[in-house]
């Protein structure tokens, strides 16, 4: 189970690793995501649906057989990249302190990796049978926590409710929008509780509440509609595994192809692709607070 960090360490293409790390730089969630190599064009998983159960017997009791339960459910990849065309006498003649195919590949890199964390958050292929099902659409009725019917400032209470709601352990990553980080640290610094800051495997300085990270997203809008207000926003905790949490799906990883020259045109092509997905292993591996002022 690979973080798109340690693929880029395993490539021996510059231009695909440069890509990767673009990447990662670019979104929050790409820096904690597990991800699957699947065959094919789907991903067919059973998750449980109840237990098989146990209890206490008395002596020479006849023993009742219990097994668990599974819904089958299937998690499609989509298709993101997109094409970015340098112009050969640009290339030429502006090359020689920036090379302009390396500056149009890395801001390439950075719309796909955009258009990736928007889609996790906010995906739904009932909206764009195009892509795939993000968080909102993901997190099911029973791991969802409302703020209030009209929406309710952040309060610690709530936060420790929405940690609690995930199971099997602590989340491993906490993702809201940059106003709902702020309003926290208010919280914190009021309670004269001390803000707990750490280092992610990139060096950067990180905030945490009980032990598990904070991270923003700009694609967690604070534009959401709870009952009256249209001002409200998100958080998310979050638990990354591969078998049996939230995990990242891929057909053969992040492509970054060199088309070469075109025809119509005097100019180079280099094409992103990336045969992706989402899948929830566990639905309590994931939960949502809602409404949050």
């Known amino acids: 189970m690979l973080t798109l960090a340690e693929s880029a360490k395993l490539t021996q293409d510059q231009l695909r690793a440069g890509v990767i790390e673009t990447i990662i730089e670019e979104s929050p969630m790409l820096r904690y995501l597990r991800w699957l190599d699947v065959q094919g064009n789907s991903f067919a998983y059973n998750q449980e649906a109840t237990l098989s159960g146990a209890q206490f017997y008395p002596v020479n009791a006849l023993w009742t057989e219990g097994t668990m339960t599974f819904t089958r459910k299937t998690a499609s990849l989509a298709i993101l990249g997109g094409d970015a065309d340098v112009d050969n006498f640009i290339h030429r003649t502006r090359s020689r302190e920036t090379d302009q195919r390396a500056v149009q590949t890395a801001a390439k890199a950075k719309d796909v990796s955009r258009k990736w964390e928007q889609t996790t958050i906010n995906g739904a292929v009932a909206t764009d049978a195009n892509s795939f099902d993000g968080l909102a ?8 926590i409302t703020a209030g019917a009209n929406g309710a400032a952040l309060t610690l209470a709530l936060l420790d409710q929405l940690v609690d709601a995930v199971k099997g352990g602590k989340p491993h990553l906490l993702l809201m929008s940059k106003r709902t980080r702020r309003a926290l640290k208010a919280l914190l610094q009021a309670s004269a ?101």
């Open 137 to 144: 659409t993901l997190a099911v009725a029973g791991q969802t």
């Open 193 to 293: 509780h001390y803000v707990e800051q750490g280092a992610d495997q990139f060096g950067r300085q990180v905030m945490f509440y009980d032990g598990i990270p904070v991270e923003v997203s700009d694609y967690q809008p604070d534009t959401e509609t709870q009952g009256s207000s249209n001002l409200a926003s998100s958080i998310y905790a979050l638990q990354f595994s591969d078998a049996d949490g939230l995990v990242g799906l891929t057909n053969g990883g992040l492509d970054v192809i060199d088309v070469g020259q075109l025809e119509s045109k005097d100019a180079s092509r280099v094409r992103l692709r990336w045969y992706v997905g989402l899948a929830l292993l566990r639905d309590s591996a994931i939960a949502r607070l809602k409404g949050v002022l």
